[in-house]
């Protein structure tokens, strides 16, 4: 298939956006840092196999409503979240939720590339093991493998599987924190600016990597970059402070938004 034809699928698959189901539902959603409120009655959808860029200046809330989507907002101290988030039909702030198993569904990336002080055999299958998603050694095997794989980076490092992952370049080591993510079978992946500690070419490769991962996966990204949001993303959401500005197909966000407000920002007037 050449070029033109699999750009015409792509534009044709994204106008119809519209009819693709929704992940996940934020419905009201407003965080507390103690008495500083930092999210407004936020209400957001996030659409299956879809990339959502979650855009706005420092500070908006970006990093705040993502972190709701998987409850990384209960490890900080002081923070309250109210409103409901729902993952398929499962309301994720349900006392009887475990929390670890929501995390398995939804997956996190940082910023800066996190791989734990272990070989990057261990990083990869240190997650299905606790998960016990397998038990023999052609099993871990097997999930390592895969999850390197779909994380682009096992012609890498298919030779020093047993060398530590803080030995690898930065961008590979953001490559190994996708391939952790992966590993557990997730069905989102939240990424929190996970190209602002690399350069311009291993941003480039998990730009690539995250267009590819959107068929199997529902990724929801954040990031302070305008040209970022518009490569990798379909549907693109606007913060200000602690409000939801806009939520819209990522075409129409840069080219002919709703709101004056995205117009003021990506014309680069604020933030
Ligand atoms: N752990 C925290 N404790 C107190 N306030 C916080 C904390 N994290 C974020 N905030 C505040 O919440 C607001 C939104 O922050 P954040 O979600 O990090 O914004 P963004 O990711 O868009 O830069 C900011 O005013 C920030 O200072
Ligand atoms: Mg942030």
């Known amino acids: 298939m050449n070029m033109m034809n699999e750009a015409a699928i792509e534009k044709a698959v994204d106008q119809k956006m519209n009819t693709v189901p929704y992940k996940m539902i934020g419905k009201d959603v407003s965080v507390y840092y103690g008495e500083k409120r930092a999210l407004f009655d936020v209400n957001l959808n996030i659409r299956e196999n879809t990339v959502t860029a979650l855009i706005g200046p420092s500070g908006c809330g970006k990093s705040t409503f993502l972190r709701t989507l998987n409850r ?60 016990g998603l397998a038990r ?28 530590p992952g803080t030995g690898l370049s930065g961008g590979q080591q953001q490559r190994l924190c996708i391939a952790r993510a992966v590993a557990v079978s997730p069905e989102v992946i939240l990424m929190d600016e996970p190209c602002s500690a690399l350069d311009p070419i291993a941003t ?68």
């Open 72 to 131: 990384m907002n209960d490890t900080i101290d002081n923070c309250r979240v109210t409103g409901k988030i729902t993952l398929d039909a499962d309301d994720i702030y349900d006392p009887n939720i475990d929390v670890v198993e929501l995390r398995a569904r939804v997956g996190m990336v940082f910023q800066k590339p996190n791989p734990f002080p272990k070989s990057i055999y261990e990083n990869v299958s240190y997650g299905p093991r606790i998960h």
């Open 136 to 163: 023999t050694r052609a099993e871990f095997d097997e999930i390592v493998a895969s999850s390197l794989q779909k994380a682009g980076l096992w012609n890498e490092v298919k030779d020093r599987l047993h060398e």
């Open 204 to 271: 480039a490769k998990v730009e690539e990597l995250i267009h590819e991962l959107r068929t199997n996966y529902t990724i929801v990204i954040v990031t302070h970059s305008m040209q970022q949001a518009a490569r990798v993303s379909q549907r693109t959401a606007m913060f200000h402070l602690g409000n939801l500005v806009e939520e819209n197909d990522t075409d129409k966000m840069f080219t002919n938004p709703d709101d004056q407000r995205t117009q003021d920002y990506i014309m680069g007037r604020f933030g």
